[in-house]
């Protein structure tokens, strides 16, 4: 987890993603999963990188998001 927080903080999207994992699946922590691809998404949606990395890394983040908000609201 310490290198993924550290590759997350060079802004790396794969980074958040990994974490946004390790929390769902094997710490079973869907809210600490849900903070990391929000802040994905939203850096996502500021960069100034290809519409095409940008749309397939929104798609693939708003869909985690959605099945994260679900396993969040189950669990509230």
Known sequence: IPLWVEAA???RIA???ELAKVY?????D???AL????IALER???SDGSPID???WQDELEH????LLKKVAILA
């Open 9 to 11: 903080a060079h802004t």
């Open 15 to 17: 980074a958040h993603i």
């Open 24 to 28: 769902e699946h094997e710490r079973r």
């Open 30 to 32: 869907p809210t600490t």
């Open 35 to 38: 903070q990391w691809t929000a």
């Open 44 to 46: 996502v949606l500021a």
């Open 54 to 56: 940008r749309a397939q």
């Open 64 to 67: 985690r998001q959605a099945r």
